[in-house]
């Protein structure tokens, strides 16, 4: 709550804002017409030292907050084409 206040938006907008800054495709839901209209305003410039904040968040167990986001990973392959795209 802290880093989105410091960027003047909600916590659903920069959690929007980190995922696409990370690379991934968000499909936000909502059927609220305020809220719709607000994820459109989801765009916005992070500064790497709170993108290293949300990364390193840590869970009430101590564990990382933020999931590894490498689809390698975690899928055993990348998602992308190595012949025509970049990671």
Do not use: W
Not at 74 to 84: H, K, M, P, S
């Amino acid at each position: 709550m802290a880093i989105a206040s410091k960027y003047a938006k909600s916590p659903a907008q920069l959690c929007l804002c980190y995922l696409i800054c990370r690379g991934l495709s968000v499909i936000p839901k909502s059927s609220n017409p305020e809220r719709i209209v607000s994820n459109f305003h989801c765009v916005f410039e992070l500064k790497e030292e709170d993108m290293a904040a949300i990364d390193n968040l840590m869970g009430a167990n101590g564990e990382r907050g933020v999931r590894n986001l490498e689809t390698k990973d975690y899928l055993g392959f990348d998602n992308y084409n190595e012949e025509t795209e970049e990671p």
